[in-house]
């Protein structure tokens, strides 16, 4: 169905977008100008579809 890999940080960035914070992040860099990399939109599609399967959203 899908052809591509999902990282945590996608997963989370999708999470954080709808609302759904669980915790701090523990390893947050100490550096205040870090960025970091955007998922792209066909990743986030993918990943609410399954938190709409899984009825988180």
């Known amino acids: ?17 709808h609302g759904i914070i ?7 860099s100490k550096s205040p100008d870090s960025k970091q990399p955007g998922c792209l939109e066909e990743k986030v599609k993918a990943i609410e579809d399954a938190m709409r399967h899984f009825q988180m959203i």
């Open 1 to 17: 169905m899908y052809e591509f890999h999902v990282t945590n940080l996608n997963i989370a960035q999708v999470k954080q977008k």
């Open 22 to 28: 669980e915790r701090e992040n523990y390893n947050k």
